[in-house]
């Protein structure tokens, strides 16, 4: 898929926002259900792809905090989805070496799909040719909140407020991606141009591509042009670039 060359960087961890099912249903005169169907398909897809591609990291934004909010029939679909997904991709993702995390609060979903995320987890937490995150029932804010709910309580137990110059590390440490490196590139399909309360701390310096593409029609020729817009960016994290330093 990837022509990789010395001068191609292939982003070690990629994070996708997968926006636009309803909108695709809604133009071809659909229920948005059939739409959120094409868009696990679309999952399944880049999950496949980026893992060709060389990514070690994928993180998919499958539901956040703020989704509850939808009409009840529409999440039941969405549920009953996320149990498809589960069932019929866990053996699969376990076959080609996939492994499969969950990040959010777990607790709100309904007790068989908490059990079918323990045992995906279960079944292939020793598969490293990718690692596949999704967030569900994740805010970015909440992350944070919780992470520093925690510092509390160590700080309190301590008597003590730790170090300031500690402080960063130690919050890093607590976010429910304590153990996943920051995203490299943040992509958002649909044509909308923001991160809706996604892995805030995580991607302050991830390179981001907003993609007019709805999520259901966002497949390989999609990811490869993302991937080249982030080969071809100059990454400084704040410093002076070696191009600019040559000038």
Known sequence: MVDITDNYNIPKHVAVIMDGNGRWAKARNLPRSMGHKKGADAARNIVSNAAK??????????????????????IQELMKLLRHFLRSQTAEFHKN????????????????????????????KDNDAIHVVIALNYGGRSDIAQATHKLLEVAVVAGEAPDLGAVEGLLAD??????????????RTSGEQRI????????????????DVLWPDFGAKELQSALDEYSSRDRRYGAISKKQSEV
Not at 174 to 187: F, S, W
Request: proline share 4%; glycine share 4%.
């Open 53 to 74: 591609a060389g990514v070690k990291y994928l993180t998919l934004f499958g539901f956040s905090s703020e989704n509850w909010n939808r009409p009840e029939e529409e």
């Open 97 to 124: 070496n996939a492994r499969l995390s969950v990040i959010g609060d777990r607790s709100e979903f309904d007790g068989d799909i908490i059990k079918l995320i323990d045992n995906a987890e279960s079944l292939t």
């Open 174 to 187: 607590n976010l429910l991606t304590k153990n996943i490196p920051d995203p490299d590139l943040l992509i």
């Open 196 to 211: 809706s309360n996604f892995l805030l701390w995580q991607c302050a310096y991830a390179e981001m591509v907003f993609t």
